[in-house]
């Protein structure tokens, strides 16, 4: 599968409605908007990215949201919400100890009611905090087609699979999400405009060889 999505990227570079240089917008407009959000990544097509980079992380009930690591404490008002105050815990993610607020500990309803916050607000400003709701991986994938077909342009998504190995290990096998997700988007022919990323080598070895 990997190897399927490489030749998609090739087929979008050279496509003639795709410029020589592939604009990647990563987290979105996360500059100008609180990262990972509709209006985040709404704002990157609008000012010209060829592709939107979602983070992918898992929800207890198994669904893959949209984070930049599963630790939400520091991008959403999970702190705000004393229903979720004892869900904060220490636990150990790639070797390293993290105290939060985790993805895994939350249903994706339950995550529903957070909203995101700016990761560095006395850098960026807090001016959209608390407007936008935490995405799904296949909301992301419908953003991306509503743009295709407003703009005439192929929008494509640069998925990155965070953490897989940490969330096999509490049985939150990610790889099988993730191409259940394709599959049922239609996004594993040649032609589809994604982007396998991943910072260990297993999992796109085994989505390779799919």
């Not at 636990?91 to 529903?112: K, P």
């Not at 916050?117 to 994938?141: H, K, S």
Request: glycine share 8%.
């Amino acid at each position: 599968m990997f190897r399927i999505i490489l030749t998609a990227l090739l087929l979008l570079t050279a496509s003639p409605a795709v410029a020589d240089i592939l604009i990647i917008a990563h987290r979105g407009a996360s500059g100008e908007r609180p990262e990972h959000t509709r209006a985040a990544y709404e704002l990157a097509i609008q000012q010209g990215a060829d592709i939107i980079e979602p983070d992918l992380v898992m929800t207890r009930d198994g669904v893959l949201v949209v984070r930049h690591e599963n630790e939400i404490g520091g991008t959403t008002d999970v702190a705000a919400h004393p229903a979720f105050a004892d869900r904060r815990v220490t636990t150990t993610i790639d070797g390293q100890a993290v105290t939060g607020w985790f993805t895994e500990d939350f249903t994706l309803a339950e995550l529903m009611t957070l909203r995101a916050r700016e990761r560095l607000p006395e850098l960026r400003g807090t001016a959209f905090d608390g407007q936008e709701p935490i995405l799904t991986f296949e909301q992301v994938l419908d953003i991306a087609a509503e743009a295709s077909a407003q703009t005439g342009r192929t929008i494509g998504v640069a998925p990155e699979l965070k953490h897989p190995t940490y969330f096999a290990g509490i049985d939150r096998p990610m790889e099988e999400a993730f191409v259940a997700v394709l599959e049922r988007r239609g996004l594993t022919g040649a032609d589809a405009p994604v982007l396998v990323q991943c910072f260990e080598i297993g999992p796109l070895e085994r989505l390779a060889a799919r």
